[in-house]
Nanobody, 127 residues
Framework: QRQLVESGGGLVQPGESLTLSCTVS????????IGWFRQAPGKERQGVSC????????DYEDSVKGRFTISGDNAKNTVTLQMNSLNPEDTGVYYC????????????????????WGQGTQVTVSS
């Protein structure tokens, strides 16, 4: 059974950092892309970052470029999202997701390309 479990969310002040982790079980990460998405109250789910586990290709939503870093450890089946310089607009429930996508040169931030989702972890940025 495929399972993704997020951890690391919490309440921080603007300018601070958080590290989110996604632990994957039930399938190997090879040939999958892993995505982080967030959903703020009243808004649609938004792609934040993705990682192609075979080739290491990453992509980021424009508002987080230079602040967030995604990385993966295929041996440990974990994907991490390092979030720096957080601001209130980063508040939301963060989900990790996995989808079979055997194209080493890219990953997608489209939720429709992901088939397995975690339960989410809350990130709140507030002073």
């Amino acid at each position: 059974q495929r399972q993704l479990v997020e951890s690391g969310g919490g309440l921080v002040q603007p300018g601070e950092s958080l590290t989110l982790s996604c632990t994957v079980s039930g399938f190997p990460l090879n040939d999958y892309h892993i995505g982080w998405f967030r959903q703020a109250p009243g808004k649609e789910r938004q792609g934040v970052s993705c990682l192609q586990t075979r080739g290491g290709r990453t992509d980021y939503e424009d508002s987080v470029k230079g602040r967030f870093t995604i990385s993966g450890d295929n041996a440990k089946n974990t994907v991490t999202l390092q979030m720096n310089s957080l601001n209130p607009e980063d508040t939301g429930v963060y989900y990790c997701a996995a989808g079979y996508y055997p194209f080493p040169s890219q990953c997608l931030l489209d939720p429709a390309s992901f088939t397995s989702w975690g339960q989410g972890t809350q990130v709140t940025v507030s002073s």
